[in-house]
């Protein structure tokens, strides 16, 4: 899987490399069945000074049939990118139940039993 990073703002970076090389193994270990050539992972890290100190975490991965993005806002780096990335690998479940066909199996067991009654 191809990982890029952008930062904007942002000073410390070690420990937000450190968290993102873990987060990156978990989606690594969810997508071994995917081509890792046709994955890429963006990630955006920017600090938001305005209203608050906050840090804004943009994470999308581009999958050969979709596109799944999250976002997140925290007072801290590291807390905005698990956020983000725990997010965006929910979304990830979710396009792979949908890929088994989970949503239509669901569906028929539901009926089944409705007509059962």
Same mark, same amino acid.
């Given at each position: 899987?191809?990982? #890029?990073?952008? %930062?904007?703002?942002?000073?410390?970076?070690?420990?937000?490399?450190?968290?993102?090389?873990?987060?990156?193994?978990?989606?690594?270990?969810?997508? $071994? $069945? %995917? !081509?890792?050539?046709?994955?890429?992972?963006?990630?955006?890290? $920017?600090?938001?000074? /305005?209203?608050?100190?906050?840090?804004?975490?943009?994470?999308?991965? #581009?999958?050969?049939?979709?596109?799944?993005?999250?976002?997140?806002?925290?007072? #801290?780096?590291?807390?905005?990118? $698990? #956020?983000?990335? !725990?997010?965006?690998?929910?979304?990830?479940? &979710?396009?792979?139940? /949908?890929? &088994?066909?989970?949503?239509?199996?669901? /569906? !028929? &067991?539901?009926?089944?039993?409705?007509? !059962?009654?």
């Amino acid at each position: 899987m191809k990982t #890029h990073i952008s %930062f904007r703002d942002v000073a410390e970076r070690q420990p937000i490399l450190t968290e993102l090389g873990r987060q990156v193994a978990k989606f690594d270990r969810q997508l $071994k $069945k %995917f !081509a890792p050539d046709l994955l890429d992972l963006r990630v955006s890290l $920017k600090r938001r000074t /305005r209203r608050g100190d906050l840090f804004i975490a943009s994470v999308t991965l #581009h999958l050969p049939m979709s596109q799944l993005h999250a976002s997140e806002e925290a007072p #801290h780096a590291v807390v905005a990118l $698990k #956020h983000a990335c !725990a997010q965006l690998m929910r979304e990830l479940k &979710r396009f792979k139940a /949908r890929l &088994r066909g989970d949503d239509k199996r669901r /569906r !028929a &067991r539901r009926l089944r039993r409705r007509a !059962a009654l």
